[in-house]
């Protein structure tokens, strides 16, 4: 099959809660829309930061219904899979590829961390459930497991294995899979604050997450990379930092929602066991995220504009 030549900046989008924490389907639309706008080249639901192990089988898939309307073929949406499971993923797979997703995330299976044979039985049986273009994800810091170039290569017998996001915090890694394997996997960053290392050492794009808030600032990192621009880079890098390294602590759900409701573009609204951020961390977000806009590239006036026109009621 032909392989999917996903690159760019790919938002791990945040599930938006009313405050009954219901899903607002009529938000995901217009966030994901206004993503698109701003140069993101396709759309990420269901992952870690989408909280997905709160969210009930029938939600999931009506979150990438809404997605999949909202964005249409302007751009793949691509479907996080992860359960408890290996046979909940494959339906979850199968009802993604039936809502119209371009595209399935690979997740390891909640809980259970397993030796590589039920590991790779357990991503095998997600892969072949579809013929959708399949990203692994590897994650070990938060799943527990660590897909190695090794054990990635096994997985190469599917054909529909297109890429593969590295979570592992270890930018060796990156270089590793991309020397290994060249333009069979495309690579994408997973972390926010290692994805200028990830862009230098060949990583084809971003599953990013204070995209959710910045979406300029991040497509225009990534286009700076991209094109070796390296002091231009590095200046809007170190600018970014600060804010991008608060998606790699446990709360970075509440952090990067947080922000998103401080620059009226969501709500801070968590589903438990997750609670909002208590008073004195979100103060201190506050002035963390004040002092950056206060000084925020000129590439975001727009962002700020359309920021403001989504926030939620």
Partial sequence: ?????????FPAITTPFTQDL????????????????HGCTGIVALGSLGESATLEFEEKVEVLESCVAAVGKRVPVVAGIAGLGTAEC??????AEGVGCEGIMALPPYVHKG???????HFSAVIDATDLSCMLYNNPIAYGTDVTPDQLEDLLEHENLHAVKESSGDVRRVTNVVARFGD???????????????????ASGWIAGLVNALPAESVELVR???EGRIKEARALYDWFLPLLRLDTVPEFVQ????IQQELGCGTAYVRPPRLELEPSLAAATRELLQSHMDRRPAVATQSMAM???LTTH
Avoid: P
């Fill in 22 to 37: 219901t899903v607002d389907h009529e938000f995901i639309g217009r966030h994901v829309s206004w993503l698109v706008d």
């Fill in 115 to 121: 030796a590589w044979r039920e590991m790779r039985a």
């Fill in 307 to 309: 920021g403001h026109e």
């Fill in 90 to 95: 494959v339906a979850l797979a199968r009802r």
């Fill in 224 to 226: 700076l990379a991209k």
């Fill in 1 to 9: 099959m032909k392989k999917a030549q996903w690159a760019g900046v």
């Fill in 255 to 258: 952090y990067i929602k947080f």
């Fill in 184 to 202: 069979r996997l495309n690579v994408f960053a997973g972390l926010d604050d290692m994805i200028a290392e990830a862009i230098f050492m060949g």
